[in-house]
């Protein structure tokens, strides 16, 4: 995202976009890719609701997220370039709030990977984790990324 101090997130969030939907893929390439043909779209404020449940010590996977919503509504996957849009506009939502925060540092991106999409960029979300006891480790020479190490002895269960 791009010029993320002149944007509404939080009406972003309130917006459905139509969602929740079922869409019918026909894209062999992408139903082989998901393990089938029935995608699931969740609006932004379902993924704002599972992130605001993930305990203090506690992490969880933007995957996690998208197959518990996939499983809760008959759903071969849930599609995960809106997820990873609504993710970010739920972490950019509590940063403009006062109150009702959604602790987003908590949800991270596949293996434990820490995400630059959120507000203050992955050295915030580096130190809010480390602050709640978790610790995050760099991989990686020249394309650096960060994780959480050991993460899945943290995962929180949906």
């Known amino acids: ?4 101090q002149n944007k509404d997130f939080n009406t972003m969030l309130h917006n459905n976009k139509d969602m ?3 869409q019918i893929i026909t894209d062999e390439k992408s139903i082989e890719k998901y393990g089938g043909e029935r ?3 969740a609006p932004p404020m379902d993924y704002d609701r599972v992130m605001k449940k993930v305990p203090l010590g ?11 919503f996939a499983k809760a509504n008959d759903a071969d996957f849930t599609d995960p370039i809106t997820a990873g849009i609504f993710v970010s506009i739920a972490a ?7 109150s009702e ?7 991270l991106k596949a293996d434990g990977e820490l995400n630059p999409k959120y507000p203050g960029g992955i050295e915030a979300q580096k130190e809010k984790l480390e602050a709640e006891g ?6 990686g020479r020249s394309n650096i990324r960060y994780y959480v190490q050991n993460y899945q ?3 929180c269960q949906l």
């Open 58 to 68: 506690k992490v969880i996977t933007i995957g996690q997220i998208r197959d518990s």
């Open 20 to 22: 929740p939907k079922l």
């Open 153 to 155: 002895d943290y995962l």
């Open 39 to 41: 995608m699931y779209f």
């Open 1 to 4: 995202m791009a010029n993320e």
């Open 134 to 139: 978790h610790i995050v480790v760099q991989r």
């Open 92 to 98: 950019w939502a509590s940063d403009q709030r006062n």
């Open 101 to 107: 925060k959604t602790p987003y540092w908590r949800t």
